[in-house]
């Protein structure tokens, strides 16, 4: 298993920024996620960490060893790319030992890691097939096992699972988390899919204009939003941004036992509820109807705010309602957007 070091990582092409002195530390045989929107620098970071791409400034480690002015294939690397990159006139037996026969692996060992590989990945019965006969399940499982014959502990995964439909990417993504245990593989996997990063990872990084707006565990990036911009970018519905105004929410009479320098109240959707006349004084807006949830749209003075609630309940465009939080439901933030830790 092999730890990554990103020490002091930038990255510009003439007057244009992607990545602003990353450092970074991925444990040995983990799951990282680099998240976050496009242009963010995610593909670039994996890139870097490749050997694909050049570093303006800064070094690169794997396990240890400086590897910042190593190819490719002296990194002990392998890669999984969005769209697979298989060889449509060989087999899929042909293709998983691409890798293998380029580097004139002994046939004896060769094949050994084939079946091995084909085995792990339920591919055994398809090693005659190409790829235009496979499904795209399949094909993204050649495209694994080509990584995994080649026995490196870093897999580099660039949005392997977006060209998979819903359900399907629901079912590789358990499957790769499980391998990736079994295996004991330090895995960097790229995507802009919150509830990929959310379900697979040991370690969250999310990145922002070409810097790391918060590493963490997603239990700890949803608890714990470290800025207005991860508090909005994770959770589905995204986390309600208030506005605050002398300590009370623009707009209304509503005050808090706001910490001083607040600008921002966050309220998650989900720890929002509706209640009876003791609540805060809001309006319905709209509703957006999920089947086993509700997401009502609401205002409180000025300030819009959704409340996500069972799917049973209604409530009419126009009408009054009352809503409830828990104290320790609420985030603040400052102007700069930084989390404000409160007690």
């Not at 990584?147 to 502990?153: D, K």
């Not at 949803?222 to 991860?230: D, S």
Request: aromatic share 4%.
């Amino acid at each position: 298993m092999s730890t990554i070091q990103l020490e002091a990582i930038a990255k510009s092409w003439g007057d244009t920024t992607a990545l602003r002195a990353m450092d970074l530390q991925i444990p040995a045989g983990s799951f990282c996620v680099l998240l976050g929107p496009s242009g963010c620098g995610k593909s670039t970071t994996l890139r870097i960490i490749a050997g694909l791409e050049s570093a303006t400034s800064g070094r690169v480690k794997i396990g240890g060893k400086d590897v910042t002015d190593l190819p490719p294939a002296a990194r002990g690397i392998a890669m999984v790319f969005q769209n697979y990159a298989l060889f449509p006139h060989l087999s899929v037996a042909e293709n998983i030992g691409f890798g293998l026969s380029v580097r004139k692996v002994p046939k004896a060992e060769a094949d050994q890691r084939l079946k091995e590989a084909a085995d792990l990945l339920g591919l055994s019965q398809l090693l005659d097939r190409k790829p235009g006969q496979l499904s795209g399940g399949q094909q993204q499982r050649v495209a694994l096992g080509r990584a995994l014959v080649a026995q490196a502990h870093v897999c580099l995964m660039d949005e392997p699972l977006s060209n998979l439909d819903a359900q399907l990417r629901q079912e590789m993504r358990a499957e790769l988390r499980e391998l990736q245990q079994r295996l004991g593989l330090t895995v960097v996997y790229v995507t802009h899919d919150q509830a990929e990063a959310m379900s697979m990872a040991d370690q969250v990084v999310l990145l922002h204009q070409g810097k790391v707006e918060q590493c963490a565990a997603p239990r700890t990036l949803y608890a714990q939003p470290a800025t207005t911009f991860a508090a909005r970018f994770i959770g589905t519905p995204a986390m309600n941004l208030l506005q605050l105004q002398d300590g009370a929410i623009a707009g209304s009479e509503v005050r808090l036992p706001a910490p001083a320098g607040a600008a921002w109240l966050g309220l998650r959707p989900e720890a929002v509820h509706c209640t009876d006349a003791a609540g805060v004084p809001a309006g319905v807006t709209g509703q957006e109807y999920l089947g086993a949830d509700v997401v009502l749209r609401c205002a409180i003075g000025s300030e819009p705010i959704m409340v996500r609630a069972p799917g049973h309940q209604q409530a009419a465009v126009g009408a009054a309602a009352h809503l409830a939080w828990q104290p320790q439901d609420m985030h603040f933030f400052d102007a700069q957007g930084q989390r404000i830790a409160c007690g």
